[in-house]
């Protein structure tokens, strides 16, 4: 059974920083992709940040860029988001997606989320 739990979130002072954690099992993970992605009220669900299955190739959504960090340890089978300089619109609440093949097709693993929340 694939589980995805994430770890980290909290309230922060703007300017603040935090670290995601996303441990998962059940899959092999240092052969696929991993992807942190947030979803604020009203808003829809957005990318946050993406690594390749051996960490080379990263990539940010425009608005967390030079702030957050995306790496992985696939000894450990655990994904990180390094969150500096947080400002107030980064509050949302924060889930690792995962993925294999299998069988002829993809799927899609969700973490249950964890909250951050950035305020003075």
């Known amino acids: 059974q694939v589980q995805l739990v994430e770890s980290g979130g909290g309230l922060v002072q703007p300017g603040g920083s935090l670290r995601l954690s996303c441990a998962a099992s059940?899959?092999?993970?240092?052969?696929?992709?991993m992807s942190w992605y947030r979803q604020a009220p009203g808003k829809e669900r957005e990318l946050v940040a993406h690594?390749?299955?051996?960490?080379?190739?990263?990539n940010y959504a425009d608005s967390v860029k030079g702030r957050f960090t995306i790496s992985r340890d696939n000894a450990r089978n655990t994904v990180y988001l390094q969150m500096n300089s947080l400002k107030p619109e980064d509050t949302a609440v924060y889930y690792c997606?995962?993925?294999?093949?299998?069988?002829?097709?993809?799927?899609?693993?969700w973490g249950q989320g964890t909250q951050v929340t950035v305020s003075s």
């Open positions: 059940g899959f092999t993970f240092s052969n696929y992709p």
């Open positions: 690594i390749v299955a051996a960490g080379g190739n990263i």
């Open positions: 997606r995962g993925r294999d093949y299998r069988d002829g097709r993809w799927y899609d693993y």
